[in-house]
């Protein structure tokens, strides 16, 4: 078990490498630089020309790449242009509150998911199923940028319940404990739930059809044969096993976690990883970008091998050495 | 017999692209509308359109003749114009409303729509294209080449497609066909390691086999054995992209990343409407939906196509 993390760790080196590397052409092969989108009529070509010297935007492409891989390699990922900041205090400053907002939609993704699956499950092509289903299936098409407006219409501006960005009130300053955390809660509400409605149908049409599957296998009968009552058997016996395929799917949705948050924060106001990689994207911040997407390219990967880790842990038979 | 999922999503398809298609190219009966007279009128307002001598149109849904004069009212004020100055009059019908520049939504919404359609078709094409390549390169070439092209892969897949997407939009501000190329560019890794796979094992299935030992040649193989048996996974994995370019491109547009500006696409509409969601609800509303139903019904032929390579096998 050791091993494997050990080793799958490793191969993580090349696999950051070669996505660093690409990010860096695709940056480079891009027209325009950070001098031409300050937005000055008045700065002369030569100013425009002195700010990319400053930046060493003037050197060759290959000299820049080698000297910010050489940087990257010892921990330091530069400085970005926007900010005057470096540019791992950047992304330190935005990433609490983009776990903050993927962790709430992960755990509504799971919980809503689950509840639907097993209500639909309980009584297979029944009406709640049908409904489920038909329910899933919509918000699998549905764009989670149309979800959010309709969200902030009808929650916030039509009924008033929660605001419909930032993370914090204006008057934060003056809260402090318990309504400061009340105050941060009823603004994660809405893009959280956006977030993770459009996973929550994914998840629940999946847990559905293996929980479907688990039911027709002999254990059941067995279990059912022993006298266990219908619910205990369907929360405990059947969604055990029906879980297991699950967690390798949540490693497969944090991709997709991550590129909607970037929309997701755009649309809330939400000061995170999103926001910075759009507005570093935008502003050709060249150091913010690499940095921003060698941060997200690392989390994918870890997260797909918390995936599979956490699967050994929670499957025995996979534990066994093959 | 077919899946029912399968007919209900090419239905679903099959009203998009026909309705797109032919009605994208259909002119307005209000013209370029009226911003000052016809601003955000909900559906299916009947409004009443006067051609000037001057040559401009009012368009407006309460139109009295007073005096010898039409007053043409509109939110905020009424017009009144003399009956000489009035060429022709006829009434026309907005059935999805009007923005609040006072256009017409339907004919912007179908052409929106076979913009959107145009350009994540193609794009599905091009990752057709680009990952059947380098799926069978890998499958067929060395060991070097295989590991290369996979590791390649791997590590576009690491990256997070939209992040990628708009990473490179926001770059290169694509046109159409700049997006068309982005698009299928970003898209065609699944695709790619689908086909490694599936020729891997193909090529260990004894018909195969058993054509080789016969003396088949090699191309004679991929024509009758491989070509056939890669066809319905691929038509699965195409119709679930097509859905994922569709939402793509309109989450492009929807930041202002994607076609460029002045033209309708679904994504654009939906964020145009949102700036005036209380007083035009109706605008993001409907391409909305549109997405949906196109994503849903691209779901159900992908889920359907499945059920029917169940049962066949």
């Known amino acids: ?322 | 017999m077919r899946p029912p999922r399968l007919l209900w999503g090419i239905a679903g398809i099959v009203v998009l692209f026909v309705a797109c298609l032919v009605g994208g190219s259909m002119p307005s009966p209000v013209g370029e509308g009226d911003p000052v007279h016809a601003a955000l009128l909900p559906p299916g307002t009947r409004v009443t359109v006067l051609d000037l001598a001057d040559g401009r149109t009012l368009v407006s849904p309460a139109v009295e003749l007073d005096n010898g004069e039409y007053l043409v009212h509109g939110r905020r004020l009424t017009t009144a114009i003399p009956t000489g100055d009035v060429v022709s009059t006829h009434d026309a019908r907005l059935w999805l409303g009007s923005d609040r520049f006072g256009r017409d939504v339907l004919p912007r919404f179908l052409r929106g729509g076979r913009i959107s359609l145009t350009i994540a078709t193609l794009g599905a094409m091009v990752a057709l294209f680009v990952g059947l390549g380098v799926g069978l390169a890998a499958a067929t070439g060395g060991r070097l080449v295989d590991a290369v092209l996979m590791r390649t892969v791997d590590a576009v897949l690491a990256f997070p497609l939209l992040l990628l997407l708009i990473l490179v939009s926001a770059l290169f501000r694509p046109g159409p066909a700049m997006l068309v190329a982005v698009l299928g560019l970003t898209s065609w890794m699944g695709l790619a390691r689908l086909v490694r796979g599936q020729v891997l094992s193909l090529r260990a299935r004894s018909f195969i086999q058993a054509a080789r030992v016969a003396g088949t040649r090699e191309l004679r193989i991929w024509s009758l054995h491989y070509l056939p048996n890669l066809r319905a996974p691929l038509a699965q994995d195409t119709a679930l992209r097509m859905g994922n370019l569709v939402l793509a491109e309109a989450t492009l547009s929807f930041l202002g990343l994607g076609i460029p500006a002045g033209l309708p696409s679904w994504g654009a509409m939906i964020a145009d409407g949102q700036r005036v969601m209380l007083d035009g609800w109706w605008l993001s509303l409907f391409p909305g939906l549109a997405i949906t139903t196109l994503v849903v019904s691209l779901a159900l032929i992908g889920d359907g196509l499945q059920q029917t390579g169940e049962a066949s096998a």
């Not at chain 1, 470096?86 to 799971?110: E, K």
């Not at chain 1, 929309?263 to 570093?280: D, K, L, R």
């Open chain 1, 1 to 322: 078990m050791k091993r494997i993390v050990l080793r799958r760790l490793l191969a993580l080196v090349p696999l950051v490498w070669l996505v660093a590397t690409l990010t860096f052409v695709v940056v480079q092969a891009a027209p325009g630089s950070y001098a031409d989108t300050i937005d000055n009529p008045r700065l002369s070509p030569e100013t425009r020309a002195q700010i990319s010297a400053r930046y060493g935007l003037d050197r060759p492409p290959l000299e820049q790449y080698l000297s910010w891989l050489g940087a990257v390699a010892t921990g330091d990922l530069g400085t970005s242009f926007m900010y005057r900041q470096p540019v791992s205090t950047v992304l330190a400053r935005a990433l609490p509150p983009t776990i903050l907002l993927a962790g709430a939609a992960l755990l509504f993704d799971l919980v809503l998911g689950l509840v639907l699956a097993v209500m639909a499950a309980r009584r297979p092509y029944g009406w709640v199923d049908r409904i489920t289903s038909v329910l899933s299936l919509g918000l699998y098409g549905v764009p989670s940028f149309w979800l959010a407006g309709l969200l902030i219409l009808v929650f916030s501006l039509l009924l008033g319940w929660f605001p419909a960005s930032h993370m914090h009130s204006v008057d934060v300053a003056r809260l402090s404990g318990l309504p400061r955390l009340a105050d941060l809660l009823r603004h994660l509400v809405l893009p959280a739930l956006c977030l993770g409605l459009v996973g929550a149908a994914g998840t629940a049409r999946y847990l559905r059809a293996t929980l479907l599957d688990v039911r027709s296998s002999r254990f059941m009968l067995a279990a059912r044969a022993r006298g266990i009552p219908e619910k205990r058997l369907l929360w405990v016996h059947a969604l055990r096993p029906a879980l297991l395929p699950v967690v390798t799917l949540f490693g497969l949705s944090l991709p997709i976690l991550v590129s909607g948050s970037v929309v997701i924060e755009t649309i809330f106001s939400w000061p995170g990883m999103g926001q910075v990689a759009y507005n570093a994207a935008r502003a050709r911040d060249i150091p913010l970008i690499l940095g921003a997407t060698l941060i997200g390219a690392v989390a994918v990967i870890l997260s797909n091998l918390a995936a599979d880790v956490l699967y050994a842990v929670v499957d025995p038979r996979a534990r066994r050495p093959s």
